[in-house]
């Protein structure tokens, strides 16, 4: 038998879920479940389409690859990390695995760091 930890019924073994009340059973409660503070940037880059209409593929990847690393950079600095890229966008974020600092990488990245 298995009690429930909601309300007490003793349920059959193997239940996966109280027949009382519907809690899970057996499965172990998320005990790690922690809130965390993350920030979350989005950048365009002004101009992309327009350079990449006039701009070899090669030189724009050149480009580009120039223009995510020195964003990886400004966002590394101030305890981000970038998630992805798409297209010619980034979407850093800070926080969440330990580093507080936040708003002045995503000013920096924005235009005054470069
Ligand atoms: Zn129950």
């Given at each position: 038998m298995i009690a429930c930890t909601r309300c007490g019924e003793q349920n059959a073994d193997?239940?996966?879920?109280?027949?009382?009340?519907a809690n899970p059973l057996g499965a172990t409660q998320p005990s790690s479940e922690v809130r965390k503070t993350v920030t979350v940037m989005f950048m365009d880059a002004v101009g992309s389409t327009g350079l990449g209409e006039r701009t070899d593929p090669e030189s724009l990847r050149r480009v580009m690859t120039r223009y995510f690393g020195e964003i990886r950079t400004i966002v590394e600095r101030h305890g981000g990390t970038v998630e992805k890229y798409i297209g010619e966008r980034a979407g850093p974020r800070s926080g969440g695995?330990?580093?507080?600092?936040?708003?002045r990488g995503q000013c920096e990245a924005s235009g005054g760091d470069r």
């Open positions: 193997g239940a996966r879920f109280c027949s009382n009340c695995a330990g580093s507080p600092r936040t708003g």
